[in-house]
């Protein structure tokens, strides 16, 4: 009989709740003849007395298992040698706090097929479920932490009815404040200094479309770029205005020659600079960053924009590689609005940094955030962070690194559907035989990060990124 584990979530924060699979899909793999072994957890989203009652095993032994299963990483200590692990393991960038984990399951003969690189039967990646969910957390801080941040500035507002995505048990349960907060904006519910609320939106992927679920809930009007500062200047304040912006609307060629080439940004980024500080950045009121960013990319908004964007001539910041904001000098020359009366410098409330990207295309988000204090104000003036403030001077930033585990019962469902197809053949691996290419389907073969002591050919490329970055 194949034998799986369940692991008890056990590395970092205290607020993972999620599972790899719920009860319903632990019941069809016992209902097939798999054994499944659950570690007991009072803190996991579904009860371990529902595991029980549909068969499971609950212990704290796992030796039995051949494929041990999980959501976060796992504590060196609790490794067992030469057993199958799955879970997000977050090596294949080299991360430093990660290395001696992943020394040790080379060194311990253990194979790791990575969530964040596995592929389900129908090629959809593994960890688009969770880029979704940091979608759905991310907007609705963002949205809890609007209101604080205007209750700060003196203007009560709709928001303040929505909390942080923890405090509701469910998504449906969440986006129904979401909704009424929607219905007082539609009574005319924003003050008037503050025009209509708008939201920008980078990138167009898995992530930028849960922030956007949300959104819609609230009476949205989703316009193109080019009609966005018009609506930001004229709209009406009975609705929200946000618009999608992908590389091609804000990224030009420093050349001044015209057009956007995905190919020629894929290969040579450096020829290309941001426009969104002068574009986009004057009539935004939230910037919600979906989009990963590498160094050799240049930055959406950079520090210099910032302080520009604050009406600061001060210039300390970097846009990409070139050293320089990337703008050849415009910055001081930008046109923006005027909005003094309503106590802030710019019209811009806050970010919500989805990626937790710290210095990356959002360059002044330096550090994460937690879930117990999501939330920093950024003063520009000074470059620093006052945590959980929402007076004064600056802009509320939120990068809450594991965004997902806010709504983790639907989380844990939805990455379960994935998931749950995949693990008899999943089962069927022994760690303490040499793996062979073709072994696998291809959406799990190219999953398997290291086994048999060594790392798979498609990823012995860590051993090099490791020197070069000394860890």
Known sequence: MKVIAIRRE??????????????????????????????????RAYPDKEYKKIGAILQDDMSEACLIIGIKQVPIPDLIPNKTYSFFAHVIKAQPDNMDMLDAILKRN??????????????????????????????????????????????????MHIAAPHSYPTLASACAAVKSAGDEITHGLIHEQLGPITFVFLGDGA?????????SHLPVEFVEPSKFKAVAQNGDRRKVYATVLRRQHHMVRKSGEPGF???EYGTHPDRYRSIFAEEFAPWTSCIVNAVLWTYDQPRTLSLADTKQLFGSHHHNGTNGTNGTNGTDGPASKRQRPDYS??????RLIAISDITADPGGSIEL??????????FDLYNVDTGKFSPMTFNGDGILVCSVANMPSQLPTEAT???GELLAPLIPEMATSDATTPLVEGQFKPGLQKSIIASN??????FEYIHKLRADNGV
Request: hydrophobic share 35%; aromatic share 8%.
């Open 10 to 43: 056990n590395y970092g924060t205290l607020w993972e709740r999620r599972a790899p699979l719920n009860p319903t899909q632990v019941k069809g793999l016992v209902d097939a003849g798999i054994q499944v072994i659950v570690q007991p957890s009072a803190r």
């Open 110 to 159: 253990i194979r790791l097929m990575d969530w964040e690189t596995m592929c389900n039967y129908q090629g959809t990646r593994m960890d688009s479920v969770f880029g979704r969910f940091a979608g759905l957390s991310g907007m609705l801080d963002i949205l809890h932490g609007m209101g604080l941040r205007l209750l700060g500035l003196g203007f009560n507002s709709p928001f």
């Open 207 to 215: 992530v930028s479309k849960g922030a956007q679920y949300v959104l």
């Open 261 to 263: 080439s995905r190919e």
């Open 341 to 346: 009366s309503t106590g802030l410098k710019h």
């Open 365 to 374: 988000s330096a550090d994460s955030t937690s879930i117990e204090k999501p």
């Open 413 to 415: 469902d939805l990455f």
């Open 453 to 458: 002591g060594k790392l798979t050919p498609d």
